[in-house]
């Protein structure tokens, strides 16, 4: 039997909306012998593995070995179209190869007109650009792209989720997948903020009253705490639902599974508009629906906490 390969698995951090799909392709995904080479090609098109649109950034890019120690980039190139280096497996067991970006993005204030400020989590920290500005939005994004190429057996050690926002959990080895076969992933939520909130809402002078008041720890919990941080709950697993929806498209295409975002890229190959707009429009119509949810159960809550 064939064995399927998976060149390039799972943008963590995509969306519907994304211009170009960010992919990487290794020159094999099951090698033998003590030790081999694997070439890494990485790009960002319109359809995934075209060489027509940008390389990705060299500082973006990283190998692992089984171990989680990062191996050296050799024989870097990078193109105007793409990015590619050769990497010396001399471990035994599955290696991961990735496309990392971190950056940092808010906007500010500057004599009533809004400007934003863009970069790396280092650059912030160096320039302090908030430092006297007053902060409107920020936010802070993580989009990973891996692929993983296997020397000898496979091993589980580089699957494991990096637990940073919205990630993968593979329930199936990419490199034991043959021709087919079904793969299987759990998406892991980020619970981190969730977390934040609640901490944030349990110094609130309500809950610190009702506990002082002698009301038990449960009903405090029950009634005030968790009521009053589910709009806020809410709100983040709505974001979500984009990045799912985003990620749904990339795994039907790698896989070949025929389902709307298969169609949807199809569509897009074709040059068949109407098909592309229907598609679309469903998409967005799932995340207004997920947000609109959201904000419904928020109101019904906060209507609740009044009541009590």
């Not at 990078?78 to 950056?103: N, V």
């Not at 939520?189 to 506990?211: C, K, N, T, W």
Request: hydrophobic share 40%.
């Amino acid at each position: 039997m064939k064995r399927t390969h998976l060149a390039a698995l799972i943008l963590i951090a995509s969306s519907v909306a994304s211009a170009h799909n960010v992919w990487i392709r290794p020159s094999s995904t099951q090698l033998s012998g003590e030790k081999d080479y694997v070439t890494i090609d990485n790009g960002a098109s319109d359809i995934p593995f075209d060489v027509n649109h940008r390389g990705r950034p060299a500082e973006n890019l990283h190998a692992y070995a089984p171990d989680g120690k990062e191996i050296e980039k050799e024989n870097l190139m990078a193109g105007k179209l793409r990015t590619s280096y050769d990497a010396k497996l001399t471990q035994q067991g599955t290696h991961r190869f990735t496309d990392e970006l971190h950056f940092i993005q808010f906007n500010y204030d500057d004599g009533g007109k809004s400007v934003r400020w863009r970069g790396t989590p280092e650059k912030y920290q160096k320039e302090n650009p908030m430092a006297d500005k007053k902060r409107e939005k920020y936010k802070q994004l993580t989009l990973n792209t891996e692929t993983f190429v296997t020397l000898g057996e496979p091993t589980a050690d580089v699957l494991k989720p990096a637990a940073k926002g919205l990630d993968l959990e593979y329930l199936t080895h990419p490199n034991e997948l043959y021709a087919g076969e079904t793969a299987k992933f759990q998406v892991r939520m980020p619970f981190r903020r969730a977390r934040a909130l609640i901490a944030a809402h349990s110094r609130a002078a309500y809950v610190v009253e009702a506990e002082l008041a002698g009301m038990p720890r449960r009903r405090v919990l029950l009634a005030h705490l968790l009521p009053s941080a589910a709009y806020g709950i809410g709100q983040l697993f709505a974001q979500t639902v984009p990045y799912l929806l985003g990620g749904t498209v990339v795994i039907e295409v790698v896989v070949s599974y025929p389902g709307l975002g298969y169609t949807l890229v199809t569509a897009v190959t074709d040059r068949e508009a109407p098909t592309v707009m229907a598609i679309g429009a469903v998409l967005m119509l799932a995340a207004a629906v997920a947000f609109t949810l959201a904000d419904l159960a928020g109101r019904r809550n906060q209507c609740v906490v009044a009541v009590v």
